[in-house]
């Protein structure tokens, strides 16, 4: 195997501390041994690969699923647990000049279809994921940030045929929303949810279907071709037809081979408080449970969780190790201090990391690996993967049993292409991120 990022970033190290792991249990499964056939190998127990598991299990496909770790191991079990729009991070310019009107169009009604597609899926499976909020806010960090809202405002309601609410700054206030902000705007679209007690669902709901999911099992190496392949884990060799490649921000450059340079990796990293009192959500002006981000290129993330406990994240980490780790948790400790300074004595009860994924075009990308006839993909939800994640596993799912996918725009089927400097493409973000800061300021 072959990544980018040093070994530590694989491991355990950027995931201790995950709140997420105290709220449920993850059912305890074998690792795959010795030699077995079965129709799809999944690689990774993450939104895309549960959700493709489940849709091929339901009509009668063998599946089994490879995760090196356990079901939600990866990004999947430790995001922000916002389920909305998004998964691409391109715009209506960009992405009719690309793709056409039309192609503009059902990307816009696919980001609003994944959104459907989980709370429908939750409520079939009947789930308890810590639902809440009405769609989410973006909140203006400066007063010219207002007239991009209220573009955004426009964008929403042409794109989703839904009406966004714009509140000023006293609007915030009444809301439950206080803080240093200028004023903001709700889309109606999207919810909260805890993501692991969501992953864990998905698998429990394969597994009933038929799905075989093994932990430990990291897939070392593919061999074979045109419907042919071996997927060996080093103590195990799964024959199959058809692989499935989900492992978005934690993907190995050699699985398979196409799939080198066409990603970026990087950090996102959260902290989630004790529970607050009446007293202190009060001392803050912040009592909604309104799930909501800020107006920054390098955003920050947070909502106030059913618990009243305070999640809260951020972008930005570009490096990896103990060292980089701690400096990332002090970071977002003390951005969560700036933002809510009322609570700088409250304590952490949990902080982390975790890997999101974007590709150079900054679109996702679901379907067949080019020129390897039954291999798939679906990767790259630029920071969106609930939602976004979990719709592209159902349309691997159609796909793999040759069913046209209700949502499945051109903006999706577009192979990813490759950064510059190949294995060094790394080198790029700083830069990059520099960028970002300067216009936050």
Known sequence: MRRIFPDYTYGPGPRDGCWWDQ????????????????????????????????????????????EAGHVGWGASGRNGGFCCLGGAKIGNAQLEQ????????????????????????????????????????????????????RKEALHIENDY??????????????LGMGGAFAGGLTNPLGFGLNPRKYVSALATAAEAAGAKIYHNSRAQSISGAGGQ????????EVRTE????????????????????????????????????DQELDAQGWTSDQMSYD???????????????FLFGTRGGLLAGPGTEARARRRVRRHFEEMFPAWSHVENAGSWSGMVCIARDRLP?????????????????????????????????????????????????????????????????????????????
Request: charged share 20%; net charge positive.
């Open 161 to 174: 045929g839904v009406t966004p609410e714009f509140h000023d700054k006293q609007d915030l206030m009444r």
């Open 295 to 309: 107006t920054r290129n390098l955003l920050h993330y947070f909502r106030l969780m059913p618990d009243r406990r």
């Open 98 to 149: 690309r793709f056409g009107v039309e192609g503009r169009k059902e990307w816009r009604q696919t980001e609003k279809a994944a959104v459907s597609f989980v709370s429908d899926l939750t409520r079939r499976l009947a789930v308890d994921v810590d639902r809440h909020s009405a769609g989410e806010t973006q909140l203006a960090v400066r007063a010219r940030d207002l007239d991009g809202l």
């Open 365 to 441: 990308y679901v379907g067949q690996v080019p020129d390897q006839p039954g291999m798939w993909a679906g990767m790259c939800y630029h920071g969106n993967g609930v939602a976004m994640g979990s719709l592209s596993g159902a349309i691997l799912g159609d796909l793999i049993r040759g069913v046209t996918p209700p949502d499945y725009p051109v903006a999706l089927r577009t192979p990813l292409r490759k950064f510059p400097l190949g294995s060094k493409r790394r080198l790029l973000m700083p830069a990059v991120y520099a960028g970002f800061a300067l216009a936050d300021l």
């Open 242 to 277: 058809q692989v499935v490649i989900a492992t978005n921000g934690y993907t190995s450059e050699d699985l398979p081979g196409w799939i080198a340079g066409r990603y970026m990796p990087t950090q996102s990293t959260v902290m989630v408080t004790r529970p607050l009192t």
């Open 23 to 66: 709220t449920c249990d993850i059912a305890d499964r074998p690792a795959v041994r010795g030699e077995i056939t079965t129709d799809v190998v999944i690689i990774g127990a993450g939104f895309t690969g549960l959700s493709a598991a489940l849709r091929l299990a339901e009509h009668g496909v063998r599946v089994c699923v490879l």
């Open 229 to 236: 392949y071996r997927v060996s884990t080093g103590e195990a």
